[in-house]
């Protein structure tokens, strides 16, 4: 029995800074075994928010009671703090990032962007740029989400661009790649996603 996928069933998050550069596959054999320095990350715990909740109040009393959760587990840690911990990142709407953030912000808990547009200013009604989200204390930004690509025809073009302004304004991108029903039902799910990964990290 197949579970229920949505249009887009594969949402595998690459760090696409830990991907800017082909030492990201040298593999390293000091070790008991090899391994490649994506493997060697300290590992993320990402919570993507979407379009909720409905008012500011409901946003900040979801962090309060998040933080309260986290701060109770042990294995939890901001980025670089200890090693064999995970680091912990939410990506709000973005009325909320920065109250949000102050929230969270105490205990280590980073925050992100669900997404930017690739221009830096202009006539983009609607559009949020890379510096302004960086300016609400934003470490990631999502890039290539399923609901991006399929709600609002986000190109791989497009995302590549996303990328490459993220890295430029020294943000962590996590890229989203996926198949649809369609592609699924193909068994072209490989090729789809590794074409992707070409595209978006080009």
Known sequence: LQPNRSTMKLSLAL????????????????GPRAVTQLNERQPIMAGNWKMNPA??????NLATGFTALVDSMEETCAVDD???CT???????FPFISKVKDIVGKKGISVGAQQVYYEDKGAFTGSVAASM?????????LCGHSERRSLFSDSDANINAKVKKVLEFGM??????????????????????AMQVSKDLA
């Open 15 to 30: 760090l696409a800074s830990a991907l800017s550069s082909a030492n990201a596959f040298t593999i390293n054999n000091n």
């Open 55 to 60: 008012t500011e109040a409901d946003a900040l």
């Open 82 to 84: 200890s090693e064999g």
């Open 87 to 93: 680091e912990v990142v939410l990506f709000p709407p």
């Open 133 to 141: 989200v960086k300016s609400t204390g934003c470490e990631y930004i």
């Open 172 to 193: 962590k991108p996590i890229l989203c790649i996926g198949e649809t029903q369609e592609e699924y039902d193909l068994d072209i799910t490989e090729a789809v996603c």
